[in-house]
């Protein structure tokens, strides 16, 4: 089956879903990169009075300092996205380096780091984050994403270590060593490529979860302080005025449900495509 | 509760020969819960308002009014030369415990506050007491190293414990007009009446602390009528939903809470009172005072409050005037400006406070970087290693002027002058020659601009309508609830 | 000319039973020797063994005289120069995120024999009988049998002496399998094989000696003939027996 | 299985053993000196001292460690620095809150999450089908917070249904109010979790209704409902059952930020005001506590999953 | 000839935007042995599916197929459900995934066994369905019936399996056995066993089968007709016997030319 047409059939049915994805995390992306180069007002600059409501001047309303929320929303996409990639980034990191490891080691060796992730991940990512920002001098940014990478990892590695287990036992690894080809040769050249579909997938996800727990912690006050206007941390700035100014702690929600649903459907519609070209012949 | 429904049974019960409930139990919403139970034990801010007054007595009493009235006692006497005092305790008094009231009990309850092991706020005040003796049961002599004019105000926060008491983070035993009936950490802590009590019975049948850690939550609850009255309100939005709303009563009383800027004026280029002047200047206090609290709280340029005797406006010392902040911070060298570190604890205003300031100082070239930390960080990094530049904080208590004499405060202003005006007042001869010494200070640490004040919270209660003759002032953070009368 | 010997070789794998027991055969230089035997009876166990995947607990494998050293890898670079394999599932072997050329030249590569290896590649896939814009395409793109051929060539680009193949018609179409046999036939001239398989009548149309296994031990060996003819071991005799013939016709 | 079940335990026991190294490690990491916390303000050098010695902060780490270690096989939580009550017992007191929270809403997202999962495969291609993976889905992508801050408005605030947050002083003693403070955080965590649970049980229904033994049992005369019931919930559960400890960990993590909304007095909110106070104790003893939790959950799924699933049983023999 | 058990006219099987079985007819009469040659994927297992009912909802059938004289392409699930187990059984090809890994043997015989005790009318209580789920054990030749009862599927062997999966399409003692390459997953010694086993046993029963195969020699074996398909279409059928000897398509020939070859060369004639 060609790949073009399979695409053009399959843009009503369940592709529709990818599409919707792609548009959600495509602005929000686009956004966030715009918002490097302009927004509409500094991010710091009283311009509005207190509170006032969405107009053609503050597209989104301004905050209790009288900032433009609109501006907020865009430099917090850029933040999301950050937080979203780096956490993803370190929890990759780490966690494909020990999950190959694991799938590699002796069986000692692996049951013991099998173990490990588990009781890693029984430690929720979130609380895993707020002990390391706990732990760091100064919450910052940096330390929130080293937090949520670090809470990853384990739920990465495990995934790593089942999808690398699965590639050993192919024959074409086999093929490969017969061949002549040595350990690091394979990992790189056979095992890499083709867990990074699979492993793409999850990452996706985790990067939903990041985004997600990222808001949970500012919300609880461990996230990135101001100046960083971090979704999390306007809705917790904006709840004591839910009453008064409900659009302040309605628009960051939505933007960040936005994302994770947008990742969400991203990510699923993808699955289908590679379970799809996975089955052809 | 499917509702306490607060409003429906609000209408005044017509033909009801009493204006109140006596066994009704009274809802107090508070953000504030103790950490344990002993206030010489660094329980917080939340212990005094629940106990002080309720649980347990002073020998004072610092009424709402703002006066220092003898409560356990029942006279006094000062030796002329003002160092010795001599106390007669009230008869028929009684601990919850059954215990009765007794001079050794007096004795160490004074002497828990000033003992070394003691984190209480207020220990240094109370530390040019000599000796205590009890000659009977019924009375104790107080000698002093030097007078002291305020001393019943100080005694007025020292509970008077019973000496039998044991465990007192986990329990109590008081002479007040209720006894703690249960604490659920997290949640609630609940008073009832004490029988045995030596005064007039509480108008009520028990007042019960709910807790909340945010103020949203503690919002929602007096609007579902879950509590029946918040202390004090912590943003003007809250109050939107109270005001002009029949079912509740929103009243202002007069506050003592004061958000400042402290510099650690050790420390360069905050030794520079030019620069402190500088920057006081650069800050549009009134925007601000507008952004935090729309048409509420006072701006009064210094820090001490209307409430206290030594206090006039001192808004025109270096008033808002950016023009003149750049001059000044270049006569001080600072032309290009300079960068500092703020730390901002970290919960309602004070980030947004933060961000406030950042963005007016970046106008007189001086840089800001926000540093947020929690309260117990507060306490450990800056009130006690002071290792800061500068910080926010709320300074809520009475009559505190007296840290700008201690040059050992976090905030290291040493002042020769002040400190000695301030140490004289405590030995002046009367409450005028007090009054004008600290008037004076007042003058002079403003003059220097040895913090940047910011404003005066507003002090506002609001209850549900059908509760009454709560205190409204929360001086030092007492809440007196023996008066509170409900409808039900 | 021995090429190949196997003397008493055991083995089982980590805390199990053994797999194989005291297994004896030689391979002939140019010849094409058979290993049959049902499910589980070892064979892909012993073939691992000849590919120097895992070392025999007990005896020894002599590659042209010398011992095979698994665990010197001087000693493999050169080995597996000479020896090269072919498995039996065509979807698995080929690795699905390469090109057929990256696939075929990987041993070229892997073992840095010189010379120009997209000629090598073009004229391995040429001898499989598929065209040479093949190199360019993905595995996914081609069918079972091309898989197996596109994987035969990977196994003889680098001119070995020694093929070893895993059941590698076993999961084909009768009609494909009779090619595949074909080309195996056709390379087998130019050298040696060993073609594990437990279909008896690939065996029999591709190999000039047999190897019966069964439970880890060898029950039977000889030339393909004497033993399709008069299998003396009660366990060859019923698997000949149960081989399903076509109806007897023209 | 009685083997697997003692080898099981003794990875349970390693594992707490790895998560408290894992803990006091972390913890030694947080900044400045617990007896600090201890003495609060205004204390002098010998205070501190004094304090250190009597927590142990003064001593090796490897003492430290071992204290600890001892400590531990006691269940000896220690005293709160800032609340000088036992840790444990605050801890017993908070889990009668967040236990009954976090099982009942985990109950109900399964309750919820099962049939509707079931329900989506089986009706995949059709268009409710559908709705139903839309709505999991948005129910995946919403702040758990968020939901519980809109719950909160719709049904305390404009309704007047139910209390907006708090418990009752008395606890469960005062059943009424204690079940009634309870509905929304419930629900809260409840639709959130059934969200991603029920994608979950989809997914492997879906897997389940494509299988070859359904096939059979159908080809053999069983109509859909009788061969699903009968052999389709049973294969289905077994995968379930595998993620379902992970899922109870995140419906614990759901009650820290739950508990915030709501003001309820449990884990959560003693951790977040551990950790806000530098409460070393108090955040040590949430910690193991809750990781004890999960691993035990993790356990109990093991175990069932085993019972569930013959191959299972024999593969760990 | 009496009644056709099995009628298919003009099937033709399409997904959404491709055909998989073109046009097929063939007929099935009762207690004949019927045949399905082709090779991977010519759309063998979609024909025998379309028979019994079961396809794939992403699979539109059209033509007809009269089944035991009723129609199946459009009938309502409840009468496919009365009309599978009674007049058509099947056995399919993997014997590990077709079980239930959930269920003990014995359990999994016993249900249609007791489905079809009750459409009998026949008593179906615990000791009947024993006794006649021991008869069906020694039918199949399956050892150890104590142990086996008890096994779950993994716990035997890949032949036993399948003899399991016969057993519980015989308890159905249907009119119609469609055997869906039930032995390729086997040994050849296993196989063997497998298809005596069959054979006799629709001989003793007179149940009609159609069995499915790519392997020519064992579809030779068993059947009287067969069908020969390639890409979904049938390329050839007739008498067993004239096909596999004397086929008059190319396709075919290829086959039959191949199976010759390895079966000459058993021979030792190659
Ligand atoms: N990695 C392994 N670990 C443990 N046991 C194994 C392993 N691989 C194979 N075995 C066992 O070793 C025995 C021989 O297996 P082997 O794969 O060599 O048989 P085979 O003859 O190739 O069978 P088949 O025809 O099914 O491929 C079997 O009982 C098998 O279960
Ligand atoms: N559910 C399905 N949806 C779409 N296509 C399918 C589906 N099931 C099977 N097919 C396709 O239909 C064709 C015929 O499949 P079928 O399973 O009938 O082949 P077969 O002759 O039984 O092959 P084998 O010998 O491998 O079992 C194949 O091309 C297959 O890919
Ligand atoms: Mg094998
Ligand atoms: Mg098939
Ligand atoms: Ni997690």
Redesign the pocket.
Known sequence: MSASKSILTRFSGTNATFWLGLLLVGTITLTGLLSLVWTPYDLSDMVAGRLEAPSWQHWAGSDRLGRDLFTQLMIGAQIALIVGCSAVAIGAAIGVTTGILAAFATRFLDDALAAFFDILIAFPTLLTAMLVVAASDEASLGTAILALGIGLSPIVGRITRLLTKQVLSQDYITAARVSGSSWPSIVFWHILPNILPFLGVNLALQFGLAVMAEASLSYLGLGAPPPNASWGRMLQEAQGTVYTAPWGAILPGLAIFALVIGVNLLTDGLRDRLDASRRQV | ALLTASALTLTPAAGLAQDYTPDAVVNIGSLYEPQNLDNTGGAGQGINEAFNGNVYEGLFVLTDGGDVKPKLVESYEISDDGLSYSFTLKDGVTFHSGDPLTATDVKNSIERVTAETSSSSRKKSLSNIASIETPDDKTVVITLEKPSISLPYNLSYVWIVNDAATDISNSEDGTGPYQLQEWRRGSALALVPFDGYWGDKPTNGGVMFQYFTDATAQNNALLTGAVDIITSIQSPDALSLFVDNPDFTVSEGASTTKELLAYNDRIEPFNDAKVRSALSRAVNKEKLLQAIWGDYGTLIGSFVPPTDPWYVDLNDVNAYDPESAKALLAEAGYADGFSFTLDTPDYDPHPVVAQFLQNELAKINVDVKINIITANEWYTKIYKSHDFEATLQEHVNHRDIVFYGNPDFYWGYNNPEVTKLISGSESAKSIDEQTKMLTEANRIIAEDAASMWLYLYPQIVVSTSNVSGYPLNGLNSQFFAADIKKVD | MTLLSVENVGFSYRSGKPVLEDISFTVPRGANVGLVGESGSGKSTLLRLLLGLDSPQKGRILFDGAPLEARSSGYMRSYRKRVQAVFQDPYSSLDPSHRILRIITEPLRALKIPGDHRQMATKAITAVGLAPDSLERYPHQFSGGQRQRIAIARAIVARPDLVLADEAVSALDLSTRIRVVDLFEEISEAMTMVFVSHDMGVVAALCDQIVVLDKGRIVEAGLTNDILRAPKHPYTQSLLASIPRMPAGS | MLKYLIRRLVILLLSLFVASVVLFILLRLLPGDPANALLGVGATPEQIAAAQAQIGSDQPLGMQFLTYLGDLIHFDLGTSFVSRSSVLDEITRRLSVTLPLALSAFFLALLIAVPLGVFAAVKANRWYGLVLSIISQIGIAVPVFWLGILMVYAFALNLRWLPSGGFPLRGYADPGRAIESMVLPVLTIALIMSASLMRYVRATTLKVLGSDFLRTARALGESFPEAFIRHGLRNAAVPVVSVLGIELSTTFLGAVVVEQVFSLPGMGSMLLLGIQQRDYPNIQGVLIVSTLLVLLTGFLADILQRLLDPRLRQEAR | MTQDLLSVQNLS?S?AD?G??KNLSFTIAPGERFGLI????????????AVSGL??P??KPSGRIILDGQEIVGAPGKQLDSLRGDAVATVF?EPLTALDPLMPLGKQIALPLRRRLRREGKPSGRAEVNRHMRDLIDQVRLPDPERLVRAYPHEVSGGQRQRVAIAMALACRPKLLIA??PT?ALDVTTQDQIIKLLTSLVDELGIALMF?S?DLAVVGQMVERVMV?RN?ACVESGLAADVLTAPKDSYTQTLVDAAHRFDAALEGRS
């Not at chain 5, 082709?38 to 599916?49: A, C, H, P, Q």
């Open positions: 099987l997904t491709k998989l079985v082709g090779e991977s994927g010519s759309g063998k297992s979609l024909t025998s599916l396809l794939p992403s699979i090809q869906d390459e390729t499915i790519h398909m979904g």
